[in-house]
Nanobody, 131 residues
Framework: QVQLVESGGGLVQAGGSLNLSCAVS?????????????MGWFRQAPGQEREFVAG????????QYTYSVRGRFTISRDNAKTAVYLLMNSLKPGDTAVYYC???????????????????WGQGIQVTVSS
């Protein structure tokens, strides 16, 4: 069984920074582990659909971001520590949401933008940016 646990959220003033972490443990029934997973960060604000924020493929060499966070957020992963991170700089009130870590595994390590493509999810962590 695969488990994801987020940490690092909280309350920050606009312009500030937060660094989210997601610790991943376990394996799938077919034996896949963290290094086999494409990892994604999604967020969901009240009354809105869960949206893609950033994703990183298995080697960590390729990452993609939603337009609104490009240049401000950086996703990274450490396969030895089985963890993925989201460094968020220049935070804006519009970044306020519950942030979720997610994992998926496909024949090709493609970063998908639709939350329905991801299988494993963390419990979510609140990020609040005050103006």
């Amino acid at each position: 069984q695969v488990q994801l646990v987020e940490s690092g959220g909280g309350l920050v003033q606009a312009g500030g920074s937060l660094n989210l972490s997601c610790a991943v443990s376990g394996r799938t029934f077919s034996g896949q582990t963290f290094s086999d997973f494409v990892m994604g960060w999604f967020r969901q604000a009240p009354g809105q659909e869960r949206e893609f924020v950033a994703g990183i493929e298995t080697t960590g060499l390729n990452a993609q971001y939603t337009y609104s966070v490009r240049g401000r957020f950086t996703i990274s992963r450490d396969n030895a520590k089985t963890a993925v991170y989201l460094l968020m700089n220049s935070l804006k009130p519009g970044d306020t949401a519950v942030y979720y870590c997610s994992a998926g595994s496909w024949p090709k390590p493609i970063i998908y933008y639709d939350f329905r493509d991801y299988i494993y999810w963390g419990q979510g962590i609140q990020v609040t940016v005050s103006s």
